[in-house]
């Protein structure tokens, strides 16, 4: 098996993904995993609770992958049969695991939850599975290897799915092979992807091991630098000239990197420098602060955050002049800068981050038109005013605001002094 | 072409799929739109740019359904593709399409962009395809129709594709079949996917036209009602007499349908009874408010939400007494009654929820576990707490607790009469 190289295909079982009643996150999250352990991956496929073609599914993917790894049809409910296919392709027979069958008991007997018949039928398992405890849920997954095909079969929630991906199916899969592949990803805020392509252009013509591809997110941009080596440590030491000639060509364009955030990059800062936040906000309505507090720390820098929806709450909580609001409009760069110095002043915080704007769909005016809002910064002292012109939706404009928030944030801080 | 069931099947064209890098979400918003068209589905695909596999997925794709419907790969970078694999397939050529090209050049003029060769690109389509403008980019897309076999490809940015699906596409495949396919959904909050299905097996074993089936979500379950008939108005009459009885049996659990989500049910709620409301948040940090604030008209009710993630915030703007956080602790019931009475009291309004509790991944005690958390729902004099021990990461626990605290507030807002 050495120096085999591996290659992986997902099959997501499940009628509810067609209907389009769920979204497939639990392939990008697989897909992820597998990327990380150098597993190739050239094909995905869904298909819905139907015994032959779930059946055609596994002959297809075995056809043109090692590894095949499903997601769904696990379930204590009428219409999941998954398990009962992969033992079929196998030519096995189902029976009862008792590893799975007292995990279920333990978790359910804990949970206060009476025991259905529907839920022994979860621990039945292909003979010669090696079980996947399933620490969220009842179903178990398992891992069924003959030769060279290897079966790895997931629950679909994710919830369940993914911590058993993590801490089973990665451990096991990073087994397999003595080559790795790391990737480093760069995260960038502020320049689209053509301009960021047109600008690396000759860079990732030239580069083959390393490899450099961007990545278009909701504004924002990823970089991924990709090696491919005996070790992960030689894997690294490939990557990191490159990442360091990419750090000094794109500067504060680039805010981070793997699992940084914005919101963990900003947290670090506030913290880092000692500056206390606050926040107010009027379109976006509580979602700069709640993608801010997504980062577990933060409650030593972040104080308070105020959503004044309307004019009387700007007034009342955060001084904004009633003048301000007349001659100007609640949707202006005086507005927000008030705004922004009003929560500074009422929370007794250094630094806080001002929303107003038009989301839409309503509300605009042909002198203020949907998608436009002002985003005001206070650091210490000092106030900037960013006005946004955006296209999207609702939500869309909501999103791609507390992204502009947080790294307008981040190049207020990068400025100020360490203390 | 009368009488003629027409399939689809989705192929996703993009290597950042395959490594995770974004969720194929794309495939859920077309399938869902299928689905309300009647039109069936039996597989979905994700493939890499690579042309020859690209050719493969037209094939096979192709072998199994009517219409092909691909996402990404139409855009101005180097390894976008797609089209020319498109008209390979047919054995057509690429011609400039002069409808396109004067599409991109309004747009690009419009926002003040310079064009680059690249842009051009774009406006190159196969031979006979029906372009399909793009209103918020420059790839556009087409159908390319070829007797009984239509592909029709999009671009992968979820902010193009989806008005393109929904305004161009929808219309278009709305001509292909005389029949139709009407689901209506129910979305239930406060029961379990096994406990619902247990409840409703026998009629959903004996239902088979409409069909009746149960789909999870995040806190809630869905179910769907589908009935195939002539026509609309035939299969809304089928569908009609089922929804009544499942509302009659199963009551406040179901908190809309179709097109509502907890939110805009909570906030007509409150519209129609005129009651004003005011959030409190500390461990959600303003997603409570974030989530209440999607819906449009909102701002006729919400007055002023705090996130108070500090005890001092608490005190400070909420009035929770200095003992009460010493006494109980920021996370309890005697808190969590306080800040939900103390926003109200402050912003003036009717109603009010506040949300203290340790969302994890730190913060946890024997006594206080990680996934403790109060929610305390206000309505014209009236609090109730609500206790919840969730147990799953700090960001499911936060989307869960906005769902349980909704869905509470939802519950007391239909005790409150009609003004």
Wanted: proline share 5%; net charge negative; hydrophobic share 40%.
């Amino acid at each position: 098996m050495k120096n085999k190289y591996w290659s992986a295909e997902i099959i997501a079982i499940g009628t509810e993904i067609l209907l389009g009643d769920i979204v497939n996150t639990n392939a990008s999250h697989i897909a992820r995993g597998l990327a990380a352990l150098g597993i190739d991956m050239f094909h995905q496929q869904v298909v819905g609770d139907n015994p032959a073609r779930v059946l055609d599914a596994f002959e297809l993917a075995f056809s043109r992958a090692d590894i095949v790894i499903t997601t769904g049809g696990l379930g204590p409910t009428g219409d999941d049969l998954s398990k009962e296919m992969g033992a079929q392709y196998f030519g096995l027979p189902m029976e009862e695991n008792q590893e799975a069958r007292r995990n279920i008991e333990d978790r359910l007997t804990k949970m206060g939850r009476q025991i259905t018949p529907n839920n022994w039928k979860q621990a039945m398992l292909p003979q010669g599975a090696i079980p996947l405890q399933n620490a969220h849920g009842t179903a178990p997954g398992f891992i069924l290897r003959k030769e060279d095909q290897i079966l790895i079969m997931l629950p679909g929630p994710p919830s369940e799915m993914r911590p058993m991906f993590d801490d089973q199916v990665c451990p096991y899969l990073r087994t397999l092979s003595p080559e790795v592949m790391i990737s480093r990803t760069l995260h960038l805020c502020g320049i689209g992807e053509s301009a960021l392509e047109h600008r690396l252009h000759e860079r990732m013509e030239r580069m083959t091991n390393p490899t450099l591809a961007p990545y278009a997110k909701t504004g924002m941009v990823d970089l991924r630098i990709t090696a491919k080596a005996a070790s992960e440590e030689e894997a690294l030491e490939m990557i990191r000239p490159e990442e360091e000639a990419l750090r000094k060509e794109l500067g504060t364009l680039i805010y981070g990197a793997d699992e940084d955030t914005l919101e963990s990059v900003v947290g670090a800062l506030l913290i880092h420098k000692k500056i206390s936040i606050s926040a107010a906000e009027s379109c976006t309505g509580g979602l700069f602060s709640g993608q801010l507090i997504n980062y577990n720390g933060i409650s030593e820098v972040y104080k308070a955050g105020f959503i004044t929806y309307s004019n009387e709450a700007k007034e009342q909580f955060l001084g904004v002049p009633h003048e301000t609001l007349v001659q100007y409009g609640a949707v202006s760069q005086q507005t927000a800068k008030a705004m922004a110095e009003g929560a500074a002043k009422a929370a007794g915080t250094d630094a806080s981050v001002a929303i107003t704007g038009i989301a839409g769909p309503g509300g605009g005016t042909p002198e203020k038109p949907v998608g436009l809002i002002y985003v005001g910064v206070h650091v210490r002292g000092r106030t900037e005013v960013l006005e946004l012109h955006l296209s999207g939706d609702r939500q869309e404009n909501r999103r791609r605001t507390v992204i502009q928030a947080l790294n307008k944030l981040r190049l207020m801080l990068l400025e100020e002094p360490e203390v």
